[in-house]
């Protein structure tokens, strides 16, 4: 017998099945638990947003008790990346400050709904982060995150193709709210979605799957302009330019924006001629009709944005641009976005009589707007302001402390200086302050800055299609926090949990080491 040499000693135990079993079963919990959540989130979405207590407390006790359960399961967290306990342990002293201002609170069952709240959403990004096992699930993730947008960005259709079947339910009766009950929301999940879309039709290389990628992608556009929401659609932009830079694909990524907005300019352009579609006091006939001409309408953009971006592939597959040609596409489409941003900025100017009137714009009174068209050129920042200065003052009286976790309701009850009633500040970092101190916002906005600031500066050390795909989550995860500067996505559960858990795959994958690269894009071959 011939002698088999180890680290100690000459013979070493053979591992038998039985042993490595708990390995592969650990990586198969692993699996599910990813799956479950994001169940949990699309079951969200389509169910109100889980705004109402009764919706949200239950799918908090099963996150929480999914996470006691993943903490007795030996393994599960054995590959956490060190940045990964970093960004926990600031969600926990979140989580643990407002959990400790049941001491002090102004209501103490607000408090302990806003613990409970902060606990599932720092549950999902644990269990998220540590679920993720290989680069092959991020694909898969991202694939699924859409799906669900999907699901949301269909209904919201029906709302305005179909309305008197699928009512609008939004302040205004007009912008499309779909099932999560707030149009601001909506906007955003919608630009999550488009940017996981845009990211994973760079990186296909399948002929029909890019076409059905980009449909997808004019389908989360048309409902975003209809939700009339201008956070949702600047934060798209601004998330859209950084993963630009980010990106290593950025020509073929620009083309593939361009594909998409010839046929949803024209769609745009279709819909202003359907006054229905924005006016709640319209007739059932008149917004049935409306809602059949944006149906044929929408057909027919589907199907010319699915032909181009078939056709770019075909064309790009076979014949490789020149250097000097790339560099005088990419210059057209930067300067083509300069002066459309620049000429938008001027015209909006214009419309106010000025710079300073345009100013003076965004501190009106929001009771002065006329409708959800007139909303998307408004710079009204509506009664956001004062829900800013009434929060902040009570900061200030309070500084370490706050008044208690989830409780500006009460602060704004006392001190409003308008009629209005508001249970949020409308300002996910200073909510934090105004309601539970000074520690508390570092933590969150310590959270937030590190997440960002790690992600994207690995996404930019990257290469291939890591960089592609880490780029594009670092996109979806600035749209969320970006936009929660002026809303209150935290308070709609299933958009949050859709945050995290992006936040946690986006972090994982970040943290691994370089790996082989699959085949290039298109455009970058050869």
């Known amino acids: ?277 924005w006016q709640a006091d319209a007739s059932d006939g008149q917004k049935l009709a409306a809602g059949v001409e944006l149906r044929n309408d929408l057909v027919i953009a589907l199907v010319v944005a699915f032909a181009l971006q078939c056709g770019y592939a075909l064309l790009v597959s076979r014949y490789d641009l020149t250097p000097l040609a790339r560099r005088a596409i990419g210059g057209a489409f930067l300067a083509l976005v300069a002066v459309a941003v620049l000429g938008g900025a001027l015209l909006v100017a214009d419309q106010y009589g000025g710079v300073g009137k345009a100013y003076d714009a965004i501190l009106s009174d929001p009771r002065g707007d006329t409708g959800a068209r007139q909303n998307l050129t408004s710079l009204s920042i509506g009664f956001r302001e004062d829900y800013w200065k009434v929060a902040w003052e009570e900061w200030k009286q309070h500084p370490l402390t706050g008044t208690g976790a989830g409780t500006f309701q009460y602060t704004w009850f006392r001190e409003r200086p308008v009629d209005a009633g508001v249970k949020q500040v409308h300002n996910l970092y200073l909510e934090q302050g105004t309601e539970t101190g000074l520690f508390a916002f570092l933590a969150m906005v310590g959270f937030s800055g590190l997440l960002v600031g790690y992600t994207a500066r690995q996404a930019w050390r990257s290469s291939g299609h890591r960089r592609l795909l880490l780029s594009g989550l670092v996109a979806a995860v600035v749209i969320y926090l970006l936009s929660s500067v002026i809303e209150w996505h935290w308070y709609l559960p299933p958009s949050t949990l859709l945050f995290f858990i992006l936040s946690g795959v986006t972090v994982k994958m970040a943290s691994w080491k370089e790996r082989e690269q699959p085949e290039k894009p298109y455009e970058e071959r050869g």
């Open 1 to 277: 017998m011939s002698e088999k040499t180890g680290p100690v000693g000459p013979w070493v135990k053979r591992e038998s099945p039985k042993e490595r079993r708990p390995g592969r079963l650990v990586t198969v919990f692993k699996a599910v638990v990813l799956l479950a959540l994001v169940a949990v989130t699309a079951y969200g979405m389509l169910n109100r947003g889980l705004y109402a207590d009764e919706l949200w407390l239950p799918v908090a006790a099963g996150v929480l008790a999914l996470m006691v359960v993943t903490l007795l399961v030996r393994g599960y967290y054995q590959d956490m990346p060190r940045i990964g306990w970093i960004l926990v342990a600031l969600m926990a002293a979140l989580v643990g400050i407002k959990g400790l201002s049941l001491l002090w609170t102004v209501s103490e069952i607000e408090t302990l709904k806003e613990f409970l709240r902060s606990s599932m959403y720092l549950g999902a990004f644990l269990m998220a982060m540590a679920a993720l096992s290989s680069w092959r699930q991020v694909g898969s993730m991202m694939d699924a995150a859409m799906l669900v947008v999907a699901a949301v960005a269909g209904y919201g259709l029906l709302q305005k193709i179909s309305p008197l079947q699928y009512p609008v339910y939004s302040v205004d009766d007009v912008s499309v709210d779909s099932t999560l009950d707030y149009s601001n929301t909506l906007a955003t999940v919608l630009g999550m979605g488009v940017v996981l879309a845009l990211a994973r039709l760079t990186q296909s290389n399948n002929v029909a799957l890019r076409g059905l990628l980009a449909a997808l992608i004019l389908v989360f556009l048309t409902v975003l302009y209809l939700t009339a929401s201008r956070g949702g659609i600047a934060s798209l932009g601004v998330a859209v330019v950084l993963m630009l830079v980010l990106s290593n694909y950025r020509l073929q990524m620009a083309a593939n924006l361009l594909f998409v907005s010839v046929p949803g300019a024209w769609l745009v352009w279709r819909m202003q001629g359907l006054g229905a579609l």
